[in-house]
């Protein structure tokens, strides 16, 4: 499970640090994500956000993960706090995060991931809202 959790910490700094190369070592080839407004992007597209100088990472933290292991998969469960821009504007936040894990041979892989939010209180309007 150590090993998962450190595949997470290396996911979360490689978004930190804007490192396109080391996020595509870490997301499987067959990769799906979805971001925190529904839009689904594969590995490449994944990575690509940060080549494109859209997005900036200025924070990044994995806060109570909670591991699920079903043989070569484990789901992840945890709350990412983010400081971020993205196009200019501040999307900071916190966002559920759902990580589906697998083993490819000896290496585990992110194979699926989910961000929902940003989280808000009961009853308070998302900052997106119309």
């Known amino acids: 499970m150590d090993t998962v959790l450190d595949l997470v910490q ?4 490689a978004e930190l640090a804007g490192d396109a190369d080391a996020l595509t070592e870490l ?4 990769f799906a994500g979805i971001g925190p407004v529904g839009f689904v992007l594969n590995r ?13 990472n200025h924070a990044i933290e994995i806060i109570d993960p909670q591991l699920t292991h079903y043989g ?6 945890a709350v990412m706090d983010q400081k971020t821009t993205a196009r200019g504007r501040d999307t900071s936040g916190s966002f559920r995060i759902g990580v589906v894990a697998v083993r490819r041979g000896e290496q585990w892989v ?3 991931l989910q961000l929902s939010g940003p989280m808000i209180t009961p009853g308070e309007v998302p900052p997106f809202a119309r």
């Open 110 to 112: 992110i194979a699926h």
């Open 27 to 30: 997301l499987d080839e067959n």
């Open 10 to 13: 290396q996911w979360a700094a």
């Open 44 to 56: 490449e597209q994944w990575a690509g956000r940060h080549r494109d100088g859209n997005l900036t």
């Open 72 to 77: 070569d998969t484990v789901i992840v469960r």
